[in-house]
């Protein structure tokens, strides 16, 4: 067996050669692409839509659940969705990698080889970014820009009283898929199937956030990546507004019911408090409820009514057997 060469072997150049065939040729837009001490982006009318996301080995994934090309579709992933969730259209991503010495050299590059096929399906140019040494375990962090119509924006901010809130997709697959992969929850054979991939592949719903700012089908809009619960906090408090959901209404994967139920918990507990779906939360106004949901089926997307918008002073509340409770905001918590 050849031994196969480690970071250290390759040295910083060669490393970043081999990241450079995974990145792909120049989008539009991009004036210099990687291998400069920077990016140079093509100036537009737009306004810039910019965010960030990390993920560090053993709070953020275990090496055991999936492979190196997963963890580069999913830190993807996670930054797209916070576009997603503004109605930007994607545009350019740094990423940032500290790995140890002995790391092999085809991980890394498995690594960007998931990371650049999320990116190409939905428009992002991999740009550049940095590889440096770590003496504990790996990190990474991706720096993407979308680009938007200067003051059209999707943001937390402009719910009202009377909106319907809707959810996309199903509500704790990921969670379920986790569960299952660490022996920690149990279900039928093809769900866990479904909920393993969805954990390892999950799916930034881009298309879906630039058609409700294209349609003004949102007033407000969030992703779930730490959970509903902390989505709903999130959203009813930059929004001055109160929010209720429906119990009967929540979309929770059938995967995510039998894993509950394998743990001994609530279904619905389990899936309010279940984070890393990477859907979208969003208020549409009730005159706008019809043609919202067409603009999802024309995606291919569905989504849910899950509750509305309320006064403030009824707070964040989930309504069950015909009773309306305060809902604490629940989820994973780095603090």
Request: hydrophobic residues 50%; contains cysteine; aromatic residues 6%.
């Amino acid at each position: 067996m050849v031994n196969e060469k480690n970071l250290r072997d390759v040295g910083e150049a060669g490393i970043l050669a081999r990241i450079f065939e995974r990145l792909g040729t120049a989008r539009p837009g991009v004036l210099v692409g990687p291998g400069d001490d920077a990016a140079v982006l093509a100036g537009t009318g737009d306004a810039v839509v910019f965010a960030s996301d990390a993920m560090v080995e053993n709070v953020h994934f275990d090496l055991a659940f999936m492979t190196p090309a997963d963890l580069g579709w999913r830190l993807t992933c996670a930054n797209l969705s916070d576009l997603a969730a503004m109605g930007a259209e994607p545009w350019a991503a740094v990423v940032s990698v500290a790995a140890p010495g002995a790391t092999p050299a085809s991980w890394l590059e498995r690594f960007y080889d998931g990371a650049a096929e999320l990116a190409g399906r939905e428009g992002l140019a991999l740009v550049g970014g940095d590889v440096v040494g770590s003496p504990t375990g790996l990190f990474f962090a991706m720096a993407v820009l979308g680009r938007i119509p200067a003051g059209a924006a999707l943001t937390r901010r402009g719910a009202s009283p009377g909106d319907i809130l809707f959810l996309s997709g199903e509500l704790a697959l990921a969670q379920a898929g986790l569960h299952v992969l660490s022996g920690e929850g149990e279900c039928a054979a093809t769900a866990a199937a479904t909920a393993t991939a969805r954990y390892r592949r999950p799916v930034p719903r881009v298309a879906l956030g630039r058609a409700l700012r294209e349609r003004g089908l949102a007033t407000a809009a969030i992703d779930t990546s730490d959970s509903l619960t902390e989505s709903l906090a999130h959203l009813a408090r930059a929004s001055g507004v109160g929010v209720t959901v429906t119990a009967a209404s929540l979309p929770v994967a059938e995967a995510a019911r039998d894993v509950a139920s394998s743990r001994g918990e609530d279904a619905v507990s389990y899936a309010l408090a279940a984070g890393e779906d990477f859907e979208l939360l969003f208020a549409c106004p009730a005159a706008r409820v019809e043609v919202a949901s067409q603009a999802a089926a024309e995606l291919g997307v569905v989504i849910n009514r899950i509750g509305a918008v309320t006064e403030p002073e009824r707070g964040i509340a989930l309504a069950a057997d015909g009773e309306e409770r305060p809902l604490t905001p629940t989820g994973f918590a780095h603090f």
